[in-house]
């Protein structure tokens, strides 16, 4: 990214947010999904953590519920304690 000399890879959108005209970016269109989870040590929840988890719940089931959720169709709701 720096001098033709490096490259990354980030999430989609990031062409929005980082537009430079020194930058030039490249969708990946033949790999999977990023698959990314909420988690927290068990024992360590708060009503702020637990509020932030049921909006991810809903978020994750509304995305089920209309067709935009690209996960495979795996199971979980992509919030919960961490175990172990």
Do not use: C, H, K, N
Not at 41 to 58: D, I, M
């Amino acid at each position: 990214m720096v001098a033709d000399r490096a490259g990354g890879v980030r999430i989609g959108g990031q062409d929005r947010v980082y537009a430079r005209p020194d930058l030039s970016w490249v969708p990946l269109t033949d790999v999977e999904p990023l698959r990314v989870a909420l988690a927290w040590y068990e024992g360590a929840s708060s009503p702020l953590v637990r509020g932030f988890a049921e909006v991810v719940r809903e978020l994750a089931a509304a995305l089920r519920e209309d067709g935009t959720d690209r996960s495979g169709g795996e199971s979980g709701d992509g919030a919960g304690p961490a175990t172990g």
